[in-house]
């Protein structure tokens, strides 16, 4: 479980727990009504703030999924003029949303940008949404991670800052209430998804590299 998930949760169940006191007392309905209510509330935030324990591959070119959810774009794209091929995964509110690193690698940029709030599985939500970006440089080359915000998801959260050593699978942030995870990597990776699979932060393989590791 993240920390946040205690700020947001206890104080629900807080509540909930004061209106099932006052029920007892009082016997009223509408009271047990809201008991209900808040105890289920704080059962489903504390459920979006899990932070389950991954089994990380451990192939040695492989690139694995930053997020939880299901794959919904496979696409042929420019990135700051460089072509790439551009994984796209949605996170519903039910997923797990902590993002991890999908390489091992330095953290080479780390870009903000504002924007608007669209659906997370637009199209266009990958370039005018609210998103973090940040890339990773390591054996497998340069990987893209954009954390885009959606409808629901208004808070982007990256824990980490250039020039930072991530191992591959390391948790590195999370995206709040829903959103979208776009993946942009080098266009000859051979990928092992297809859009409609369900893919899992740090445990699902999302391609292979062909760059040849330095060990080697």
């Known amino acids: 479980m993240l920390r946040e998930g205690y700020w947001y949760g206890l104080p629900l169940v807080l509540i909930s727990g004061g209106a099932l006191g006052f ?57 700051e003029g460089c072509p790439v091929r551009r994984v796209s995964i949605f996170m519903s509110p039910v997923d797990v949303h902590v993002n991890r690193s999908p390489i091992a690698g330095v953290v080479k940029e780390v870009n ?10 637009a199209e266009a939500a990958s370039i005018e949404n609210e998103q973090n970006v940040f890339t ?41 209430f829903g959103s979208r995870v776009d993946v942009l990597m080098a266009p000859d990776v051979t990928l092992s998804i297809k859009v409609g699979d369900r893919v899992r932060a740090g445990s699902s393989i999302l391609g292979t590299s062909h760059l040849k590791s330095e060990t080697q």
């Open 136 to 176: 990773v440089e390591g054996e497998q080359g340069r990987v893209v991670v954009k954390q885009i915000a959606g409808i629901l998801a208004r808070r982007i959260v990256f824990w980490k800052r250039i020039g930072d050593s991530l191992a591959r699978g390391e948790r590195v942030g999370l995206i709040k």
């Open 23 to 79: 029920w007892f007392r009082e016997s009223s309905p509408a009271l047990l009504v809201c008991a209900i209510f808040f105890l289920i509330l704080a059962l489903l935030v504390l459920n979006f703030f899990r932070d389950p324990e991954r089994p990380i591959p451990t192939e040695a070119q492989a690139i694995i999924s930053p997020a939880d959810g299901r794959v919904v774009q496979v696409v042929e794209e420019n990135h």
């Open 112 to 121: 903000y940008r504002k924007g608007s709030f669209r659906v997370a599985m």
